[in-house]
């Protein structure tokens, strides 16, 4: 099956610790995005990448780090710089070669910080 | 730049009656839409998408929404909705003369009642 996975589910998170969340897409699609959501917030783009080997910053870089090696994954770090880590994290993934930007969404990942 | 507005942040709606979700956007050019469906603790599915062409728009599980450019416009709606309709909903642009990055809405959440 064709999809986006997106591990783990739930992911707990001392203060002061990095954690890195995993995206990994089948699809073949050369986007892939990081959004951040928080309760009547909305989605929130903090990182995307349109190709192998580059990424850009969204509205919400600071804090996170992330890095894209492969066509197919796309990890992202949430790093101790970042104030207020927990929030739901959604990956999305979608093609370049059309001028609409329809994606596709993995099941997302609920950080805690303890 | 776009931006996107939900009228609405909940919606409680009884089963099998109507139900409308209303979204205004803001563009300087044209814009590609689509409404999206989060049930809770899980990613977004697309449930519609309007590019081009009928200015109505069917979607899965029965919705629908119609685009009025006159009043910058894409409403989201259903005839009779059941316990399952229970999500949250996400209204989202993106530019036609470029690729472009999706702008959400804060979303709607549709609480369905017997």
């Known amino acids: 099956d064709g999809g986006i996975t997106q591990s783990p589910k739930y992911l707990f998170r001392k203060e002061g610790q990095n954690v890195t969340l995993s995206c990994e897409q089948n699809l073949n699609h050369d986007a892939m995005y990081w959004y951040r959501q928080d309760p009547g917030q909305g989605l929130r783009l903090i990182y995307y990448s349109q190709i192998v080997n580059d990424f850009q910053k969204g509205d919400i870089a600071e804090g996170y780090s992330v890095s894209r090696e492969k066509k197919e994954s796309f990890p992202l770090t949430v790093t101790s710089a970042q104030k207020n880590p927990t929030a739901f994290y959604l990956c999305a993934s979608g093609l370049t070669g059309s001028s609409y930007n329809e994606q596709f969404f993995g099941p997302g990942t609920r950080l805690t910080v303890l | ?114």
Do not use: M
């Open chain 2, 1 to 114: 730049a776009q931006s996107v507005t939900q009228l609405d942040s909940q919606v409680p709606v009884f089963e099998e009656a109507p139900v409308e979700l209303r979204c205004n956007y803001s563009s300087s050019v044209s814009v590609y839409l689509f409404w999206y469906v989060q049930y809770p603790n899980q990613g977004l599915q697309l449930l519609l998408k309007y590019l081009s062409g009928s200015t109505l728009v069917k979607g899965i599980n029965g919705f629908e929404a119609e685009f009025n450019k006159s009043q910058t416009s894409f409403h989201l709606r259903k005839p009779s909705v059941h316990i399952s309709d229970t999500a949250e909903y996400f209204c989202a642009v993106s530019p036609t003369d470029s690729w472009g990055k999706l702008q959400f809405g804060a979303g709607t959440q549709v609480v369905v009642t017997p």
